[in-house]
Nanobody, 126 residues
Framework: QVQLVESGGGLVQAGGSLRLSCAAS????????MGWFRQAPGEERKFVAT????????YYADSVKGRFTISRDNAKNTVVLQMNSLKPEDTAVYYC???????????????????WGQGSQVTVSS
């Protein structure tokens, strides 16, 4: 079992920045690829970014590429999503997720992820 707790969401003006953190506890953090997904009202949950077990591989949705950066600290059991140049369309509940991986690769598919956090609201005003 892995417990995930997000923090760092909030309200920001367009063009601003926010930093989301996800603290993990339970099983060995370094055995899991980590991902961020988001869900806007009335929409399905969508992939945002993912990072491999070692942190050596990352992958982003086209909509956030160049603006968001995912990173992890295996010693601290945390994964961070740095969000810059935020746009109103980035408004959503952001979820941290864990995906057990036998290899140091990533997955951008919702179904890969076994454990999810409770979500953190990000609101970007225009």
């Amino acid at each position: 079992q892995v417990q995930l707790v997000e923090s760092g969401g909030g309200l920001v003006q367009a063009g601003g920045s926010l930093r989301l953190s996800c603290a993990a506890s339970g099983r060995t953090f370094s055995a899991y690829a980590m991902g961020w997904f988001r869900q806007a009202p009335g929409e399905e949950r969508k992939f945002v970014a993912t990072i491999s077990r070692s942190g050596g591989r990352t992958y982003y949705a086209d909509s956030v590429k160049g603006r968001f950066t995912i990173s992890r600290d295996n010693a601290k059991n945390t994964v961070v999503l740095q969000m810059n140049s935020l746009k109103p369309e980035d408004t959503a509940v952001y979820y941290c997720a864990a995906d057990y991986r036998s290899y140091d690769d990533t997955c951008s598919t919702y179904g890969c992820y076994e454990y999810w956090g409770q979500g953190s609201q990000v609101t970007v005003s225009s």
